[in-house]
């Protein structure tokens, strides 16, 4: 069974933001990543078709899966290598669910993670910003 990571996304304000931004890293470096400065101790169960849920303005709206982990160089010498989670391109929408912020990342068990978009009936035509709210009260 696969484990996911779930992370803020700092810096974009939309799902179209973050689309914007990694086609541009796309286009400069051939691939989509993430780097952290934390190795996951748990890196066979995420490759094991995992995910990492992204968490734009409060809500966990989009996922990439994650096919890879490699080193990346840290700015000071004296630091071990960081980490580069290795994406897919395709984001996934998911049903929009609050989150809490926090520092990091952190693992999401499969349980525990939003359905992609549209796998419940009638999700479909309910805004994204509506549906959260609807989430956080626990009517929906």
Not at 40 to 65: A, C
Not at 68 to 96: A, I, M
Not at 110 to 139: C, F, S, T, V
Request: net charge negative; aromatic share 8%; with cysteine.
């Amino acid at each position: 069974m696969p484990l996911h990571i779930r992370k803020l996304c700092v810096g974009a304000v939309s799902v179209e933001d973050l689309k914007e931004w990694q086609d541009e890293r796309l286009a400069q470096r051939g691939s989509i990543g993430h780097v952290t400065r934390m190795w996951p101790k748990r890196q066979d169960e995420v490759l094991d078709g995992g995910s990492l849920y992204w968490i734009i303005k409060g809500v966990m709206r989009v996922r990439q899966r994650i096919v890879g982990f490699e080193e990346w160089p840290s700015d000071d010498p004296e630091e071990k290598p960081k980490c580069r989670l290795v994406l897919e391109p395709e984001l996934v929408l998911t049903e929009p669910w609050p989150h809490r912020p926090f520092q990091g990342w952190r693992y999401l068990k499969p349980e525990e993670a939003p359905p992609d978009l549209g796998e419940r009936d009638g999700n479909g035509d309910m805004p994204p910003a509506l549906a959260a709210e609807l989430r956080a009260i626990g009517a929906w």
